[in-house]
T-cell receptor, first 114, second 116 residues
Framework: GDSVTQMEGPVTLSEEAFLTINCTYT??????LFWYVQYPGEGLQLLLK?????DKGSNKGFEATYRKETTSFHLEKGSVQVSDSAVYFC?????????????FGKGTKLTVNP | DTAVSQTPKYLVTQMGNDKSIKCEQN?????MYWYKQDSKKFLKIMFS???????INETVPNRFSPKSPDKAHLNLHINSLELGDSAVYFC???????????????FGPGTRLTVL
């Protein structure tokens, strides 16, 4: 079945550091890929998405490129801020796979210190 | 205006009690979901409804019963609460079934359930 694997956390960085959170996937068809973010005490919200190979999703300084050859969708940001402290979830939808649900990774907690 | 709202935000109750969590979305979406998030932040889908029809029913104890009176509401009733039910429960909605589309899911703020 479809699955998403993302790097184990927690990740702790200093402000203005470079961030990478790795995400790889297995899917039957040609999935769409998502990054959701959960700020403390809140529900998840979409950060960015990409729907086909080589697409780059971007938002709030975060970027992720859909790499079909490596089945990856790594999240990056050049300079993190304290306000980026949150839990980040990689997810996929795979219509050809026949699953009616989003498949989420286990989440990676990011803490950014001033 | 809140897109997906849940009540209550916090729920503390004794083992064996019955409780309900309500969810409403004002986005006009056809599909709604319930997720359970454990203490390690792992997110697990419990149910999804599309146009008031049950689509996904994961391996959830039958003490959990969702009810969708209309497309804008999906409530969760839990009977005979157990310690292991303590978690944060999130409601979400999307225009179509998220797994079959590129649609974004919109999440509510969560209900933190504590069973004593």
């Amino acid at each position: 079945g479809d699955s998403v694997t993302q790097m184990e956390g927690p990740v702790t960085l200093s402000e203005e550091a470079f961030l990478t959170i790795n995400c790889t996937y297995t899917a039957t068809g040609y999935p769409s890929l998502f990054w959701y973010v959960q700020y403390p005490g809140e529900g998840l919200q979409l950060l960015l998405k990409a729907t086909k190979a080589d697409d780059k999703g971007s938002n709030k300084g975060f970027e992720a490129t859909y790499r079909k050859e490596t089945t990856s969708f790594h999240l990056e940001k050049g300079s993190v801020q304290v306000s980026d402290s949150a839990v980040y979830f990689c997810a996929l939808s795979d219509p050809q796979g026949g699953s009616e649900k989003l498949v989420f990774g286990k989440g990676t907690k990011l803490t950014v210190n001033p | 205006d809140t897109a997906v709202s849940q009540t209550p935000k916090y729920l503390v109750t004794q083992m064996g009690n019955d409780k309900s969590i309500k969810c409403e979305q004002n986005l006009g979406h056809d599909t709604m979901y319930w997720y359970k998030q454990d203490s390690k932040k792992f997110l697990k889908i419990m149910f999804s409804y599309n146009n008031k029809e049950l689509i996904i029913n994961e391996t959830v104890p039958n003490r959990f019963s969702p009810k969708s009176p209309d497309k804008a509401h999906l409530n969760l009733h839990i009977n005979s609460l157990e310690l292991g039910d303590s978690a944060v429960y999130f409601c979400a909605s999307s225009p179509r079934l998220a797994g079959l589309s590129t649609d974004t899911q919109y999440f509510g703020p969560g209900t933190r359930l504590t069973v004593l």
